[in-house]
């Protein structure tokens, strides 16, 4: 049987941080943080109580880029226009001495009736290489589609200069002896493209008798 010890055990080997939050909407500075041992433990920070005044945890851990959001976020909350939300932020990891990524999982979980005070509790886990991986690879494939569109502006005004000097292009295997022609090609001798075929010998139809076999 899975018991309430077990769960936070559970917790604790996989990284995964717990946090809880209980302020009155009404009193801003009446909001208190309470963060678990492997909440602490995913920033490196042994130092700062498990508890700490929502303005303290915003000041040591919470991107200064990222206040606002973060605040809008647990506003909805907070307010009852949203149940639960999921979001990435960056924290202050004081063992690394950097911003890391975080993923939160928040929801309400108890709106007091009599002092109005509201409880909201969620998971937190890092994915800090994970948002860098997606980030790189969101940067190669933008780099591959700007190369890409950069080769089909060049090949574009290569074609049309090759048109404006009457020039065309051939590609040919000397293995299988398949042939790839350019437009420009056929245009020139007045064919169509599909007239030149696709290797050697189907083109040797349009080549003077006594020059077949003696080029490509």
């Known amino acids: 049987m899975l018991t309430i010890d077990n769960l936070a055990k559970n917790f604790f080997l ?20 309470t963060v678990n041992e492997s909440f602490m433990q995913l920033l490196g920070d042994g130092t700062i109580d498990s508890t700490v005044g929502l303005r303290d945890f915003i000041g040591l851990f919470v991107h200064p880029d990222e ?17 639960y939300c999921e979001f990435e932020q960056r924290l202050w990891s004081h063992a690394r ?11 309400l979980i108890d709106r007091g009736a009599q002092d109005g005070t509201v409880v909201i509790a969620g998971l937190v886990s890092d994915i ?3 948002r860098l991986a997606r980030l790189a690879l969101t940067d190669a494939l933008f780099a591959k589609e700007q190369a890409s569109k950069a ?22 295997n000397l293995v299988s002896m398949d042939v790839e ?22 083109r040797d139809h349009l080549v003077l008798l006594d020059d077949r076999g003696k080029t490509l």
């Open 14 to 33: 996989s990284g995964i941080g717990i946090w809880e939050l209980k302020m009155n909407p009404d009193d801003p500075e009446s909001g208190m943080v």
């Open 128 to 130: 800090h290489n994970n």
């Open 97 to 107: 001495h950097e911003y890391r990524w975080m993923n939160f999982t928040c929801g």
């Open 67 to 83: 206040v606002k959001v973060f605040l809008s976020l647990l506003d909805d909350l907070l307010q009852a226009r949203d149940d």
């Open 181 to 202: 022609y350019s437009p420009n090609c056929a245009q020139m001798l007045g064919y169509e493209l599909k007239d030149l075929g696709k290797t050697v010998t189907e």
């Open 151 to 172: 080769l089909a502006h060049e090949q574009k005004r290569l074609s049309a200069v090759m048109d404006a000097a009457n020039v065309g292009i051939f590609d040919c």
